[in-house]
């Protein structure tokens, strides 16, 4: 607010000025409240996928940090559902290798007795 519009003009703009005032820091510091979430939940899956990976049992499965930024507008549904199917089959394809390596070995121990 100008000078001239708080000594000269309507009394209700100056109410008017600091309403819109504090309502817009009240949405920055919302949007500054959000970010700093963001930024926690981002570092927390971060920490939480190199601890997971240190600690995780031989022949589990190696856990992937984001690949692209997390959309919370409900358009990401689609892009999620592929990576459970992609990671479903890896799974499925991990516990089919060690099947037939647990299968190989019986079918030598088998050849060695007869």
Not at 5 to 33: G, H, M, V
Not at 62 to 87: A, S
Request: one cysteine or more.
């Amino acid at each position: 607010m100008s000078y001239d519009e708080f000594w000269k003009c309507d009394p209700s703009l100056f109410w008017a000025y600091r309403t819109s005032f504090i309502e817009s820091e009240k949405r920055q510091n919302e949007l500054d409240n959000y970010k700093s979430w963001l930024s926690g939940l981002y570092n927390y899956k971060a920490f939480s996928v190199v601890e997971y990976n240190l600690n995780r049992k031989e022949g589990a499965t190696v856990e992937d940090y984001f690949d692209k930024p997390l959309d919370f507008t409900g358009m990401h549904n689609e892009y999620e559902e592929e990576q459970r199917k992609i990671k479903k089959k890896k799974a499925l394809q991990q516990q089919l290798e060690a099947m037939l390596i647990k299968s190989k070995v019986i079918i030598e121990k088998d050849k060695g007795k007869s």
